[in-house]
């Protein structure tokens, strides 16, 4: 009798990584979803685990939280225009895929699209004021962006394949080295 053993996933993915906002790029439901990724981290655990596979590969290749995205604090949903998703489809490489998802984001923050989380102290020193400075912005930001493809939400009326979540992965392997 012929046993077969899981394979082993490692601890890789959005509660270890140096990311403090998240980007993912939803095209069937033509959606990005934006937040910290402090917020996600703290309600994953109440959705349930579930396995991802890479085509090509025998047995999981991931393992994540399948997240409603109204359960993350702080997340903006912003639309996506079908010109700037022309061409994205489910039968690109998965490199090609997470080029485009950057590349749509890249495009969000030029335009002054993308949300930012900042810090801001009051100046209070009246030369300063004087000059146009009442308040002094700091932030770095450390944006980790992932082409979920079928990710979707509540709202609008997404592509029946849509899964109505978000894909936060917790471990993987990757035995294609695909990037």
Wanted: with cysteine; proline share 7%.
């Amino acid at each position: 009798m012929e046993t077969s053993v899981e394979p082993l996933l490692f601890d890789y993915g959005i509660h270890n990584e140096a990311s403090n906002i998240r980007a993912h790029v939803a095209p069937l439901a033509g959606v990005m979803f934006v937040f910290p990724t402090s917020c996600a981290v703290q309600v994953m655990e109440r959705f349930p685990k579930k396995p991802a596979f890479q085509s090509g590969v025998t047995g999981r290749t991931a393992e994540g939280h399948c997240v409603k995205p109204s359960s993350i604090p702080n997340l903006r949903r912003l639309a996506i225009s079908a010109d700037r998703l022309a061409g994205f489809d489910e039968s690109l490489p998965l490199g090609e895929k997470g080029n485009r998802a950057v590349a749509i984001v890249s495009a969000f923050l030029k335009a002054g699209r993308f949300p930012l989380w900042l810090e801001g102290d009051f100046v209070d020193e009246k030369e300063l004021q004087i000059t146009g400075m009442d308040i002094r912005v700091r932030g770095t930001w450390k944006i980790e962006v992932k082409c979920d493809f079928r990710a979707s939400d509540e709202y609008g009326k997404p592509h029946p394949r849509c899964t109505g979540n978000l894909y936060l992965q917790t471990r993987e392997r990757n035995p294609l080295r695909r990037f």
